[in-house]
């Protein structure tokens, strides 16, 4: 809910202050770099140490975070430049969680439950996406953009308190190997198992899926006029439809064959996208966020069980750290869709990289007998 209502506030701070679609890519597309080099290394600490450790210091460090923005804000001295760095830093601080996360994941569920079990997560996340921007929307229209802030120091505080209650872990010592050595045998790993790299590949072109976030407050402000409210209906419109394909997931018990469902994803977050770039009624324009949305839980728990379960148990923090990095491509599609929209118009550049998208999962899958077999 955090992570959902920062985004939501962010974007709509940015614009509150004078930017353009631009900087509200800009604050979500250079995030990446510190991202980088702190995931990868978090995924060695995952290895060695494990995850809990790890989750409760990145919610520390974005309590620490949201205070300062609250403080920017509330005291009306926050500047366009503020939104972009602290932004950055919060990705630092996700950047040392989110191998944690997918790690423990594949340690405490069985994995016949796996499929299932993600899609319960992704049906928590598409809740939070439902709840927070709604939420936030109706915090700055009547407390003001301070207030999402203040909301976020509440939910991070509460959230540690969960991560008290996880696992410890209670693997075997490791001898530890020079840092850099053991990011590059992770990524060593992954190039040497063919069905492991095809699904990083699919994992990167995220960062074509993710053109379409920059223009979602765009369009509610310029071309529906709706507000911070209106914006907010339409990520939970979107959030609605990724609940309610988990939903589905979760009482269909999955599948055992996830190749075809991949691709079937892709297509419904591309086909969503189109529609969207180029619609210009507020009721269709949520009819395809909802498409888009319905699209995450069938790919996440199609693709991320794959890469869990392919991958032996001592190399998991850091291939999931590379995951975690992949995903950081729906940042990277923040600034570039900003970027290419504003030069060639927001709906050619969304039909582009959509097909691309498209065009990528297909080929991918269908060249690679041992991936459909899966």
């Known amino acids: 809910m955090g992570i ?25 597309g250079l995030r990446v770099v510190p991202f980088i080099a702190i995931t990868l290394v978090a995924g060695v600490w995952v290895d060695r140490l494990g995850g809990r450790i790890l989750i409760l210091i990145e919610r520390s460090l974005l309590i620490g975070l949201a205070v300062i923005t609250a403080l920017l804000v509330i005291t009306d001295v926050i500047v366009l430049w503020h939104v972009v760095v602290l932004s950055v830093a919060a990705s630092s601080a996700l950047a040392i ?54 909301a976020l120091i509440g939910l991070y505080a509460l959230a540690i308190g969960f991560a008290l209650k996880l696992p410890r872990h209670h693997g075997e010592p490791k001898e530890s190997k020079p840092m850099l050595r053991e990011i590059l045998a992770g990524f060593g790993y992954i190039r040497a198992n063919p069905v492991i790299a095809r699904l990083m590949i699919l994992s990167f072109s995220t960062i074509l899926a993710g053109t379409v976030l920059p223009i979602i407050p765009v369009y509610a402000r310029e071309r529906f006029d709706v507000g911070a409210t209106g914006f907010g209906i339409m990520m939970a419109s ?61 790919w996440v728990s199609s693709v ?43 709906h050619w550049m969304l039909l582009g990289s959509a097909g691309l998208f498209i065009a990528l999962h297909a080929g991918l899958m269908f060249t690679s007998p041992q991936l459909r077999r899966l």
Do not use: H
């Not at 993600?118 to 921007?133: D, K, Q, T, V, Y």
């Not at 309610?244 to 996208?273: L, Q, S, Y």
């Not at 291939?319 to 118009?345: C, D, K, N, P, R």
């Open 304 to 346: 991320l069980p794959l890469l869990q379960l392919q991958t032996e148990r001592p190399m998991l923090g850091r291939v999931m750290s590379v995951y975690a990095l992949s995903l950081e491509g729906l940042t990277l599609g923040w600034l570039a869709g900003a970027w290419v929209g504003q030069l060639i118009g927001n």
């Open 97 to 150: 969680g989110m191998p944690s996360m997918q790690s423990m994941m594949r340690d405490i569920v069985p994995a016949s439950s796996l499929q299932v079990a993600l899609s319960l997560n992704g049906l928590a996340f598409s809740f939070a996406r439902a709840i927070s921007p709604v939420g936030g929307g109706f915090l700055i229209a009547g407390f003001g953009l301070g207030s999402p802030w203040l």
């Open 238 to 298: 979107f959030a609605l439809g990724q609940g309610c394909a988990a939903i589905f997931i979760i009482t269909r018990g999955g599948w055992e064959r996830k190749a075809i469902p991949i691709v079937i994803a892709a297509t419904m977050w591309g086909t969503g996208m189109i529609v969207f770039g180029f619609s210009t009624s507020f009721p269709l324009s949520l009819a395809a966020l909802f498409i888009t949305g319905a699209a995450v839980p069938v």
């Open 4 to 28: 959902e209502l920062r985004l939501m506030a962010q974007a709509w701070l940015i614009l509150e202050l004078g930017g353009s679609q631009v900087w509200v890519g800009a604050a979500n």
